[in-house]
């Protein structure tokens, strides 16, 4: 009975997850104040984020800021409020998205004046809230968060509140996954700050797992990759391949967490723009060292001529899409002596996160969870697949062995510990799984 209870529950827990898998993104940035999407565009966007919520006022020189930090209910496309734009881009099966955030509300590069994210720290509450509130009420799929400010203290500047920017940004994605533990959340930070040692870098460590993927722009800053494709550093302060290898280890070294992100035609001051051939060509080329990734964004939509771009990076995308879902095995249940049924409730259960992956990751805090009739006993030794990893439903052992040596490690998977199958243990539990703990027989 208990053996049959936990196979169909994490039988039903790897159907649900399966449809939450997502990879060869095409993300379309839609400016508000811009024309809305044509037919054509629409047939080659996978997801749409509005730009943006913000809590300013547009006034040149420099946005009138609320000092509240009051996010007004945001437009969607030409000016308008009109949820039927919202319903039919849902009808087509696009997900979408609202980004809260933008260049306006302030940037940390050189002669921007607009400031007004300083007055939302410490209205982290609020800002949880509201945002919640308008994923709700506009009947969206998520939330993206475009904080392109100040994140260290750089006093020459005039800005000393690095550690509030940090905690209000950590606290915000936490706060948001919490009570949106069903919708999409992500972040689209310049490629400059998402680079090891980099503030925003660490904290990514503590909130990445809340996290269903990260966006980087991959325009105006440390790379250039128009100039070098994705794996060479001429232009480029450094390569992408370099910076998309850095943020891996924060992602649980899954591909399609990373969202790469182009410039279409508003950022030649930088030498940043793409073209639909450039943007092939990266594709093409993360491919050939990532074949399941998480796809491309691109600002913006108004660029995106006849769908014309989006369409031509497409073509690169198209090779690989839908590898997630690409092999995937349904465990066969146990031979049964007499019919059962399964218990509606099970009784003294232990709480076990249900990741994407179907897998318990014991560092990682739970976010989606079911339960086993079986409380968990830690020196218990657990079977491993062939890939020697340790998922519940898998009915062999593997015993260590020199692939079992710091392996290739994949989103919510862990390795063989002893020398017959995976004894966790709760220094392991309490380490990240990045941080070198995983020879076989040793701690």
Known sequence: MKSLSRWILALLCASA????????????????????????QLEQYTHIAIGFAVTYTYAEPKNLCSETCVIEAPLICENQADPT???????RGIKVLLSFGGAGMGGS?????????????GREDYVIGRLVELVNTMNLDGIDLDYEYFLEDEPERGFTEG???INFLETVTVGLRQQMPDKLLTH??????????????EMLRRVAYTMDFIMPQYYNGVTRPNMDGFMNQVQGEMSPLDHYNGLLPLFEYDPTRIVFGFCINDCGGTGSNSDATQASTVITELESQFPCHGGAFFWVNLDDTNGDWSRGVNQALSFNRGCTNIGGVIP??????????????LPAPTHFACYSSDFYPYTIPPIRSFHFSE???PDRSFPCDSSHFYPYASPSLCSCSESCIKPSITRGQ???????SYIPSDKFRSTRIDSGYNDCGTH
């Open 163 to 165: 550690a509030a920017a």
């Open 414 to 420: 862990f390795p063989c510990w002893d020398s017959n």
């Open 17 to 40: 997850a399966a449809l939450l898998k997502e990879d060869a993104r095409m993300m379309a940035y839609v400016g508000n104040w811009q024309t809305c999407p044509s037919e054509a």
């Open 375 to 377: 409380p968990f006993v």
């Open 85 to 91: 734009i919202i319903s039919d881009w849902k009808s």
């Open 109 to 121: 590069w050189e002669g921007d004046v607009n400031d007004c994210w300083k007055y939302c720290f």
């Open 188 to 201: 689209a930070p310049m490629d400059v700050d998402a680079v090891a040692g980099t503030a925003y870098y």
């Open 332 to 345: 066969t249940p146990p031979p049964l002596a007499v019919p059962v049924s399964v218990p509606v409730a």
